[in-house]
């Protein structure tokens, strides 16, 4: 089963140093990124108002997806997250620390803070 990554999701497990990518995959799921959320950290990467722990997240983040040749794909929608709640009503499960995202969405993975752990979570 294919899990989709969010960039909020993505950043934040960079910087608590979170193997999300080997978490995901020993939950029996494949991590796939959407073409959108690459787009949106390279906007991130250009805000004066991001860190410097961000943007190198950011960086961080497009190189690790290089090396584990992770599948890009396109979720289409108005923005990123009216395509990941498209996505996760069709069953598909949604990395995301995104609240919105999460009340809409019943497949979830989710990062428990204090454990660097990650949990799936169905509604």
Known sequence: MEVVLDTNFIISCLIKKVDFLGQLRELGL??????????????????SKVSRYERSAVDMAFEIFEKENVKKIKIGGKN????????????????????????????????????????????
């Open 30 to 47: 494949k991590p796939v990124v959407p073409r959108e959320v690459l787009q949106e950290m390279k906007d991130l990467k250009r805000e």
């Open 80 to 123: 990123v997250d009216d395509g990941l709640i498209k996505k996760g009503r069709q069953g598909v499960f949604i990395a995301t620390l995104d609240r919105v995202v999460k009340v809409k969405v019943p497949n979830k993975v989710v990062l428990l803070g204090d454990k660097k752990k990650l949990e799936i979570q169905r509604d």
